[in-house]
């Protein structure tokens, strides 16, 4: 994950979390990653099954997603039909990785990584990256009160003995 996304992911993190969170834990680090791998393997399950509504349903009511895109969508009905739009145009798989999970009163953060296999039209094709969500329970369920997606950032161009471009060295010609 490059610094930019991170620190765009960290302070969604923060803003997410109601203030009563934002204490010393209630649970332990185990059980956070438990909720998040979870969260993890019933969207990617209920992904493959095509199922949008039931992705939506892992949202609060009230949940934020910030996709890979860059549209910030709010609520369960501008996520289900996101995610169905997605699922039309051919990315109907999605695997998810969780690479780190810790609790926050009693909440969890985590992030990780997702790869969307095409198929139809973008057979063939695949889109990865890091993404940042925030668990909250409702009752003896886990929802994401935010999830934030972003795309890996392309392969390096071949070295030109520079490691920035011009425009952001600092210096003027």
């Given at each position: ?6 620190m ?5 993190v923060?803003?997410a979390?109601?203030?009563?969170a ?5 649970m332990?680090?185990?059980?956070a990653?438990q909720?998040?791998d979870?969260?993890?393997t019933?969207w ?8 949008a ?7 609060t ?5 910030v ?5 910030v969508l709010s609520g369960?009905?501008?996520i289900e039909?996101?995610?169905?739009d997605?699922m039309?145009?051919g990315w109907t798989?999605e695997t998810v ?5 810790h609790?926050?009163?009693d ?11 095409g198929s139809g039209?973008?057979?063939g ?10 668990l909250t ?5 886990w929802?994401?009160r935010?999830?934030?997606?972003s795309?890996?950032?392309p392969?390096?161009a ?6 920035m471009?011009?425009s952001?060295?600092?210096?003027t010609k």
């Amino acid at each position: 994950m490059t610094l930019r996304p991170l620190m765009m992911a960290m302070l969604a993190v923060g803003l997410a979390l109601p203030a009563s969170a934002q204490q010393r834990s209630t649970m332990s680090q185990e059980e956070a990653r438990q909720a998040a791998d979870a969260v993890a393997t019933k969207w990617a399950d209920t992904y493959n099954k095509g199922d949008a509504s039931g992705i939506a349903g892992i949202f609060t009511e009230d949940g934020t997603f910030v996709t890979p895109g860059g549209p910030v969508l709010s609520g369960r009905q501008a996520i289900e039909k996101s995610i169905a739009d997605r699922m039309k145009l051919g990315w109907t798989q999605e695997t998810v990785k969780v690479r780190d999970a810790h609790p926050v009163g009693d909440a969890v953060w985590a992030i990780g990584e997702y790869t969307l296999i095409g198929s139809g039209q973008n057979g063939g094709k695949q889109i990865s990256g890091p993404w940042v969500e925030v668990l909250t329970r409702d009752g003896g369920t886990w929802h994401m009160r935010v999830l934030m997606a972003s795309t890996a950032p392309p392969p390096p161009a071949e070295a030109t003995g520079t490691s920035m471009p011009p425009s952001t060295t600092g210096t003027t010609k």
